[in-house]
């Protein structure tokens, strides 16, 4: 449940970074995740729902007339649930690659510095430090 709230974080509150990332990698893997949708997940899919084809799902405004030379006007919501999954497939592709790299920046920054050995500067006051709270008992 914790990948899903910070998924829903993710696409509300992505900065520009993130932005620029899912511009490229939507550019690049387009073709694929409508494929993936269009000939992999819808078909089972509407299957499932009794042989339904999204992608010839329509709401008709106005039916075509030939006669009269009128084109069909028609609300093609079969299509628009086609793109809102390729849509949430591709940003979740983009957050899991986020994701990666902000636990990797993470590793980074929890890493500890190697301590280095005081110059010698460093050592003469520390020295001169203890002298004084010696002094002081």
Known sequence: MAIIKEF???ISKG???DLAVGVIIGAAFGKIITSLVDDILMPPLGFIMGGVDF???KL???SADAIFKVEEVAIRYG????????FLIVSFCIF???KTM??????EEESPVAQ???SPEEALLMEIRDLLKQQKK
């Open 79 to 86: 299509n628009f649930i086609n793109a809102v999954i390729q």
């Open 55 to 57: 992608s010839s799902k």
């Open 96 to 98: 899991a690659v986020i």
């Open 15 to 17: 900065n520009v970074v």
């Open 102 to 107: 902000n636990a990797l920046k993470r590793k």
């Open 116 to 118: 280095l050995a005081p």
């Open 60 to 62: 008709v405004l106005i």
């Open 8 to 10: 829903k974080e993710f």
